[in-house]
């Protein structure tokens, strides 16, 4: 089986547009994404590979734009390799292989659970607070208010916000 070494993902130009809810900001999107191996708005990746063997591409949709393969300290196109019969790309030698692809885009209906995901995420997020902070203190006259909670929130707030159940059918690519 051959092995990604290295991937490198450009930032989209724009993250999907929901349009009713201004709490789903580029940085929910972002951590949504970083979740599942799925994306919705094109942007630009480049794998860096070694064969030889299949390969399978970690995000999806991906479309190849080229492969190149490392030859006399220069990277050059390279028709070296052929379709899997497992639905990746078999890689015949060595290499090392370069290969640059558009992924995200196609269909532009968001699928609903998505759509939930980001809606809980988004609430989660502006519900709890100022980011790092540990402890937050409001008060209005008499009445105050204080809260606590872990400082890895941020973190685990994929799961906790309850965004991680309905993204789980997209957390590979198929």
Not at 60 to 71: K, L, M, N, Q, S
Not at 75 to 87: K, L, Q, R, T, Y
Request: charged fraction near 20%; glycine fraction near 8%; charge should be negative.
């Amino acid at each position: 089986m051959a092995i990604i070494l290295k991937q490198l993902e450009a930032v989209p130009a724009e993250y999907p547009d929901i349009g009713d809810s201004p709490a789903i900001n580029p940085a929910v999107w972002a951590r949504i994404e970083s979740y599942i191996a799925w994306r919705f708005t094109p942007r630009s990746v480049t794998w860096h590979a070694e064969g030889p063997g299949d390969i399978h591409f970690p995000l999806c949709p991906a479309v190849i734009d080229t492969v190149e393969v490392w030859h006399d300290g220069a990277w050059v196109e390279s028709f070296d390799h052929s379709a899997s019969p497992w639905g990746g790309i078999f890689l015949p030698s060595i290499g090392p292989f370069r290969f640059v692809a558009t992924v995200g885009g196609g269909d532009p209906e968001l699928p609903a659970a998505v759509i939930e995901a980001a809606h809980k995420l988004a609430d989660y997020m502006a519900a709890s607070g100022e980011p790092g902070a540990k402890n937050e203190a409001v008060s209005l006259g008499d009445i105050s208010q204080t809260l606590a909670r872990h400082e890895a929130w941020q973190s685990r707030s994929i799961s906790n916000s309850g965004a991680g159940d309905l993204l789980r059918p997209y957390r590979r690519a198929p």
